[in-house]
């Protein structure tokens, strides 16, 4: 199944850049303060689309304007689509780390938010479960806002067994069903495991692959932002 062989290539770089078994139980990267992406100071009076996540989002060895959130303010504006992305990424964030700063990333006039969470979840083994419930806690608490919410999905390593991998998997249809929000079913999809296209630590993005990351998350926010225009 395409799922499975994503999740095996997914491993491949995960596993490199995890090491022990000690090593898998801290995040793979050390945080930093959240930051908003380069915009202009036009688009600073816009209405937001958020995207929170970890390192991947934070653009962890890029310049910030090679993170993918700055390359959709980007694409935005080059569609006349008059929104401020702000880049919610902390490095070494869980689920439970975005969660717990959701007061702080929904604050002002937020329109969309794009959940890219659970890769670090996934690297330390924490329980499905756990992922579940606070994905589930972030999306119904953007709703009570009336924000759109986008999630971003992520896949585990082998390493762990089958069944942790499929249970985690499973996650993220299962909460986009319930919630009826919009799934980019895998992140990294077309660049997981392609070595040109992570840094050296096999699971960064180089400024290449941020791209196609930023293609995976756009081909499902773009039709709601232009829908929201119309």
Not at 143 to 165: C, S, T, W
Request: glycine share 8%; with cysteine; net charge neutral.
């Amino acid at each position: 199944m395409i799922r499975s062989l994503v999740a095996i290539i997914l491993a491949l770089g995960m596993t490199a850049a995890c090491g022990t078994n000690a090593d898998r139980r801290t995040d793979v990267t050390v945080r930093q303060p959240p930051a908003a992406t380069i915009s202009s100071p036009q688009a600073r009076t816009r209405p937001k689309i958020v995207v929170l996540g970890d390192s991947l989002t934070a653009g962890l060895g890029l310049p910030i304007e090679d993170a993918y959130p700055s390359l959709l303010q980007k694409w935005s504006d080059d569609e006349g689509l008059r929104y401020e992305v702000i880049n919610a990424g902390v490095s070494g964030d869980t689920s439970a780390g975005g969660l717990s700063r959701l007061d702080w990333a929904l604050d002002g006039d937020v329109k969309f938010l794009v959940v890219a969470l659970g890769g670090n979840d996934a690297l330390r083994a924490l329980p499905v479960e756990e992922l579940r419930r606070n994905l589930s806690t972030i999306i119904e608490r953007a709703q009570a806002k009336h924000i759109q919410v986008v999630l971003a999905g992520m896949e585990a390593p082998r390493n762990f067994g089958r069944d942790y991998d499929v249970g985690f998997h499973e996650v993220y249809p299962e909460v986009a069903r319930k919630y009826k929000v919009p799934l980019v079913p895998f992140l990294l999809q077309d660049v997981a495991g392609i070595d040109r296209l992570n840094q050296r630590d096999g699971i960064h993005p180089t400024a290449e692959g941020a791209q196609i990351v930023a293609k995976n998350v756009w081909t499902v926010l773009k039709p709601l932002l232009t829908n929201a225009h119309s």
